[in-house]
T-cell receptor, first 112, second 114 residues
Framework: DAKTTQPPSMDCAEGRAANLPCNHS???????VYWYRQIHSQGPQYIIH???NNETNEMASLIITEDRKSSTLILPHATLRDTAVYYC?????????????FGKGTKLSVIP | GEEVAQTPKHLVRGEGQKAKLYCAPI?????VFWYQQVLKNEFKFLIS????????ETGMPKERFSAKCLPNSPCSLEIQATKLEDSAVYFC????????????FGDGTRLSIL
């Protein structure tokens, strides 16, 4: 799996958009970008994933650069409940292991 | 069910005792994954199953750890002769398919070895 680089921590004011960056410069053509978050010690929660096109769902938007070497997760209106560790993961699509390799993630603190 | 169900939530064992953890995947999901998280640090992949067949066991310690997914039963992860270093939260995840499908996690079993 390709490795990812994320800032260790970020702050965001409540109600503002949270933009979480991720670098994955060694990503291969068949690798997807996944975002998960872990709130306190709960199980990781799936947020969104994409291959090359931008994606949006009810939780967030994922913007992937044209060269696919980086991406940004956008939480449009952050709330206190969005305080969590956010993980950017690249995962192979197709036959093979399909295990998720979590890094250290970004600790997002939403501030009132 | 709609969620991955892990039992028990907490398990305390004395060093050297056996520990057995259970995971019921989301109904209809064919893939099950086990991960270990020590002290809120990085996750370590242990093993995955496709239905009752081992899919990938490259993360499983060679000794003391075993896992099964039998038909019509929760999956299980068993640790024989537990050690202090086995203290961790063990997460189970399930996925509908291995390709382009997210893994959905349970809330984990916190294993404490005393």
């Amino acid at each position: 799996d390709a490795k990812t680089t994320q800032p260790p921590s970020m702050d965001c004011a409540e109600g503002r958009a949270a933009n979480l960056p991720c670098n994955h410069s060694t990503i291969s053509g068949n690798e997807y970008v996944y975002w998960y978050r872990q709130i306190h010690s709960q199980g990781p929660q799936y947020i969104i994933h994409g291959l090359k096109n931008n994606e949006t769902n009810e939780m967030a938007s994922l913007i992937i650069t044209e060269d696919r070497k980086s991406s940004t997760l956008i939480l449009p209106h952050a709330t206190l409940r969005d305080t969590a560790v956010y993980y950017c993961i690249v995962s192979v699509s197709g036959a093979g292991s399909y295990q998720l390799t979590f890094g250290k993630g970004t600790k997002l603190s939403v501030i009132p | 069910g709609e969620e991955v169900a892990q039992t028990p939530k907490h398990l305390v064992r004395g060093e050297g005792q056996k520990a057995k953890l259970y995971c019921a995947p989301i109904k209809g999901h064919s893939y099950v994954f086990w991960y270990q998280q020590v002290l809120k640090n990085e996750f370590k992949f242990l093993i995955s199953f496709q239905n009752e067949n081992v899919f990938d066991e490259t993360g499983m310690p060679k000794e003391r750890f075993s896992a099964k997914c039998l038909p019509n039963s929760p999956c299980s992860l068993e640790i024989q002769a537990t050690k202090l270093e086995d203290s961790a939260v063990y997460f189970c995840a399930s996925a509908e398919e291995a390709i382009n499908q997210p893994q959905h996690f349970g809330d984990g079993t916190r294993l404490s070895i005393l």
